[in-house]
């Protein structure tokens, strides 16, 4: 992590379109999408209920607190309480083959 910025080569994305992102001196995982017009999607796994990092399910189509048992799917979004807020999303961009997830 470099100035509140996570860099991940796009190459990465060659056999998947989920990755779970662990940066460096970061307490939470970041699931990053690649979506199909092409962009990228980055969520913080922390549950918005009580801040239990977030379980990712097969190829980031949703997310599970295995602490109280909120759901949320691959856009973030509560599907199943107690949480009530979305998770937080992360601007990205995309410059020179890396994917830049903005986290400041």
């Given at each position: 992590m470099i100035n509140h910025k996570?860099?991940?080569p796009v190459d990465l994305f060659a056999n998947?379109?989920?990755?779970?992102i662990q940066p460096k001196?970061?307490?939470?995982?970041?699931?990053?999408?690649?979506?199909?017009d092409g962009t990228y999607?980055?969520?913080?796994?922390?549950?918005?209920?009580?801040?239990n990092q977030l379980v990712a399910s097969a190829n980031g189509?949703?997310?599970?607190c295995n602490l109280?048992?909120?759901?949320?799917?691959?856009?973030?979004?509560v599907t199943n309480g107690?949480?009530?807020r979305s998770l937080k999303r992360y601007p990205t961009q995309v410059e020179s083959n890396q994917i830049i997830i903005n986290i400041a």
């Open positions: 996570v860099t991940v998947s379109n989920f990755l779970l001196g970061m307490y939470y995982n970041i699931g990053l999408r690649k979506e199909a999607t980055a969520l913080l796994l922390r549950c918005t209920h009580a801040d189509a949703g997310y599970t109280h048992g909120s759901k949320f799917n691959q856009e973030g979004q107690p949480a009530d």
